[in-house]
């Protein structure tokens, strides 16, 4: 019974640090709690923000209401959503799983009052809000005071007698401590708060996100209707995208190595018949049938090599993307920020990306530079492929950028190419590669 008591305290403990999503390798309360102060800072600087935005919410919805205030609605709630995003960004980093909502076509703010009500992330973004602005700051003020309290009230009968009298207090002016006896309790003070702040510390910046956590990430409902669509949508284009590769392969097959083939047996065919009559002439056919054979090899090296290129299982994303930049013929730098590897399914992926961005660049742009980058962040790849060249990518004029488009689809990412008249020309792609 005895011996089950640390490891009861040390699962309570262990429970404490979990709710910020400290996990595992965070196992010291006194840096989780000053982490947990550290970030209680920063969510309290947030949530200054929140309650300075909250009166202009208000003012911007009076005037709305009064028909002068229309054209306010829309920055107003884009400020809002980026404050939303801050505290995104920093939940995240507590690693929180909170994916903005603000993704594909209802990226835009409401622009009226009606918009801004039927609008649910809005309407959770400004509650998120409200709940920062007054709840959130305090618990952040709170965890910001806790060990600067802590230290204070410890070293108190230290200093205290040189202390104004306006600073003979203890915890955070709430007593006052003017003599040696009270000075002393300043140490019991302290070790108490410092003893809370260890035990709560966590605890309270799991409170404080909270709000966060379940007001700042898609509406579950919107969410699932939005994505059945998005994935019935996606389920066509990997059934299509899979139709084409399998035509492509269909054709590179047929139009090269069974065409060599035939080739070969017609050759082998004519050797056959010389044979008898004319060994020399036997002896030229089967050279050039012998060399129709190892060109079809060749090309056979070559489909199977575009259906998953060995360069990546052997070199790994950067090495088999170093690769395409060298043999690109405008000078291209490659720079890769991948920990680990992805799925094969995401690394092929974004290979061909880079493939087909770069055969354009060469093939089209006019570019004297090129740069592919390739970050993961999360749970998303990323990748841009840029050139300085004329620009007017268009992925009507041919079928590259349309394949693109559809294996990145496949995938449920996204893809954004960016190249006006005269340049320059991006194409940037979001790939899930779930961990
Ligand atoms: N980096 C680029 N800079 C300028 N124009 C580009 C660039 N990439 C593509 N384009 C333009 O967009 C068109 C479509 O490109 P896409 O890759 O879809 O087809 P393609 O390269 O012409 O043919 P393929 O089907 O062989 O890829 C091209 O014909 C070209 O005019
Ligand atoms: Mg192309």
Redesign the pocket.
Known sequence: MAEDQPGRWRARFDALLRVDGTQGDSRSLLFASLRASGYGAVGAAYGILALYTLPLVLLTGALAVLGVGRPLVAPMMQWVRIVAGLERRRLRRLGHDVESPYTGPIAEPPRSLKEARTDPSARRDLLWTVLHGTWGLILGAILLQMPFIAVRDVTYPLWWYFAPESEQQILNGLLTAQSANTAILGCATGIAVFALWLLFGPKILGLQARPGVNLLGPDPEVDLSERVARLTATRAAALDAHAVELRRIERALHDGAQNRLVAVNVLIGAARREVTRSPERADEILERAQTTVEESLAELRAVVRSILPPVLEDRGLAGALSALASDCAVPCTVQVDVEGRCPASVEATAYFVVA?SLT??A???RATYASVVVIRRWNTLRVVVA?D???????E??????GIARRVEALDGTVVVS?PEGGP?EIRVELPCGS
């Open positions: 087909e354009n660049v093939k089209h742009s050139d060249g004329r620009g007017g990518a268009d992925a004029g041919g079928s590259g950028l349309a190249s020309t």
